[in-house]
């Protein structure tokens, strides 16, 4: 709302309750989810990065299946091209030949990140240093989105942005996350913990 439709609802408050009217913003969706992680781990004591960690590792699942969806229903399509592999989407697009991004996000957000969390998960310590899953699984989304958005048609909404900019608004809101997720794979070491066993002698450090 902030950054799409702002003017719109301002001048007609009443259209935010209309949530079959439009999607949402992965950047949006992503500050409810830390909004709701932030209180679920206040409220239990627990570590609020190491629950992050873990959430991390399962976003890729969602994000492919979000983007074949994306591509079923032809939508967030791609911008024009003469590449062999274009695809004519119906309906709004134009009877013209597009990238398939959705299939490009898919691919990037999708499998490329699954198999890196997976690795660092499973292959390494990764996990026992807090923010380090979350801050690797910010950096592959904002890269990924960051280069897909120069083969994607931008948003309607704000293509002001575009013109004087030379980037999209799904760039701009990206912009951070790869900060923040250089931020906190730069500081994970440091907050390293030592995880008790349940059942055991030994201690994982």
């Given amino acids: 709302m902030l950054f799409y439709n702002l003017e719109s609802y301002i001048a007609k408050p009443v259209t935010i ?94 499998l490329l990140m699954m198999a890196i969390l997976a690795f660092l998960f499973w292959r390494t310590d990764a996990r026992y240093k807090p923010g380090f899953l979350v801050g690797m699984a910010s950096i592959i989304y904002g890269l990924s989105r960051f280069a897909v958005e120069f083969v994607r048609e931008p948003d309607s909404q704000r293509m002001e942005v575009v013109v004087k900019t030379g980037l999209s608004m799904g760039q701009w809101l990206t912009v951070p996350m790869i900060v923040i997720g250089i931020w906190l794979v730069a500081t994970a070491k440091a907050r390293r913990q030592r995880v008790e066993p349940i059942a055991g002698p030994d201690s994982v450090a």
């Fill in 17 to 110: 309750l209309k949530l079959w009217d439009g999607g949402m913003s992965l950047h949006g969706g992503v500050i409810g989810v830390l909004i709701a992680i932030w209180y679920v781990t206040r409220k239990e004591k627990l570590s609020f990065l190491r629950f992050c960690d873990y959430i991390a590792c399962t976003i890729p699942f969602g994000l492919f299946l979000g983007r074949i969806a994306n591509f079923v229903n032809g939508e967030l399509w791609g911008r024009v091209t003469t590449v062999p592999w274009a695809i004519v989407f119906p309906g709004e697009a134009s009877p013209l030949p597009r990238h398939p991004s959705q299939l490009y996000e898919a691919g990037l957000e999708g």
